[in-house]
């Protein structure tokens, strides 16, 4: 009885599976079809980079030239990349004092 249960569905199975039939494209004469995926990258128009620069020292003069060197460091970055540093926005400068 349960091999006969089973034959049934092993045939019903392989009936299901053979009915499915490739999907058919009606095709009209002189005509072509075409199809693709693709991916389209640009450029983007505005980068936006946002980064802290730190200096301690002894002194406050010390402090403000290591600065400034750093930040001349990132202008000569930007120009080696085809950016003018005037295009950059700064916005803040601060100190103060760091006590131990």
């Given at each position: 009885?349960?091999?006969?249960?089973?034959?049934?569905?092993?045939?019903?199975?392989?009936?299901?599976?053979?009915?499915?039939?490739?999907?058919?494209?009606?095709?009209?004469?002189?005509?072509?079809?075409?199809?693709a995926d693709?991916?389209?990258?640009?450029?983007?128009?505005?980068?936006?980079?946002?980064?802290?620069?730190?200096?301690?020292?002894?002194?406050?003069?010390?402090?403000?030239?290591?600065?400034?060197?750093?930040?001349?460091?990132?202008?000569?970055?930007?120009?080696?990349?085809?950016?003018?540093?005037?295009?950059?926005?700064?916005?803040?400068?601060?100190?103060?004092?760091?006590?131990?």
């Amino acid at each position: 009885m349960k091999s006969t249960i089973a034959l049934l569905i092993a045939l019903l199975g392989c009936s299901v599976a053979l009915s499915q039939d490739r999907p058919t494209i009606a095709a009209q004469p002189n005509s072509v079809f075409v199809g693709a995926d693709g991916k389209f990258e640009a450029n983007p128009d505005t980068a936006l980079m946002q980064f802290n620069i730190s200096a301690q020292e002894a002194s406050s003069r010390a402090a403000y030239d290591r600065a400034s060197k750093a930040a001349e460091q990132v202008r000569q970055i930007l120009r080696s990349n085809g950016i003018e540093p005037k295009a950059a926005e700064i916005g803040y400068f601060s100190r103060q004092p760091v006590y131990d």
